[in-house]
């Protein structure tokens, strides 16, 4: 398995653009999480999924972000309008919800830059 | 509530051990681990301990748990240049079901 794949890598785009950012997670895992990283604040949690439905979306912060999992194979986190504080990496990562090791593996991650 | 708390920054000489510490104030963590940031990339798991657990040792590598100050640490033995990254402490309190609660991470700097 090539891990979990994140796109793009970079991304920069202007206020008040949408931006879309796309998770594959590692075949089997039925567990996906979206992290957002930042000097300030580390690694926050977003949302998580299990089974492809939405368990925990509290940290998303606002209704400008939305995370969809239509099948066990892709999900995606949308920012719709972008604004420059949403500049961060972010990372999606998956695992499986069987056994005590319970290893969460991690994309590349996405860095956003909101100009 | 979860909240795990590390040091930002941490700089050692090459060859020296490297110690980085993590305090968390949920009891109930089960599960605690380390992860590693090399530079532009993801995170990756290092080691983990059970919490019924006090020390683990994995070749350089010493995790030590004192569960009743709720204090984690991670030793790195004869630290090398290319253990200079991130490393984050995580949490979570049950297997595999909740997601994992991370410091802010600690930069070690590792000077030649």
């Known amino acids: 398995d090539a891990g979990v794949i994140q796109s793009p890598r970079h991304e920069v785009t202007e206020m008040g653009q949408e931006v879309t950012l796309r998770c594959k997670p590692i075949s089997g895992h039925d567990y996906l999480f979206w992290y957002r990283q930042t000097m300030m604040r580390g690694l926050e949690l977003l949302i998580y999924?299990?089974?492809?439905?939405?368990?925990?979306d509290s940290g998303m912060p606002e209704d400008r972000f939305s995370a969809k999992m239509p099948n066990a194979s892709f999900s995606t986190l949308k920012i719709q309008p972008s604004e420059p504080r949403d500049s961060a990496v972010y990372f999606c990562?998956?695992?499986?919800?069987?056994?005590?090791?319970?290893?969460?593996?991690f994309g590349q991650g996405t860095r956003l830059t909101v100009v | 509530g979860e909240d795990v708390e590390q040091s930002l920054f941490l700089s050692v000489r090459e060859g020296d051990s490297s110690v980085i510490n993590c305090t968390y104030t949920d009891s109930s963590s089960t599960y605690l681990y380390w992860y590693k940031q090399e530079p532009g990339a993801g995170l990756q798991l290092l080691t983990y301990?059970?919490?019924?657990?006090d020390m683990k040792q994995d070749q350089r590598l010493t995790v030590l748990l004192n569960k009743k100050d709720k204090h984690l640490s991670l030793r790195i033995a004869d630290t090398q240049t290319g253990d200079s990254a991130i490393y984050f402490c995580a949490e979570s309190y049950t297997s595999g079901n909740t997601p994992l609660v991370f410091g802010k991470g600690t930069r070690l700097s590792v000077i030649a």
């Open positions: 301990i059970f919490s019924n657990m």
């Open positions: 990562a998956s695992r499986t919800g069987t056994g005590w090791e319970t290893e969460a593996f």
């Open positions: 999924f299990n089974n492809n439905v939405p368990i925990d």
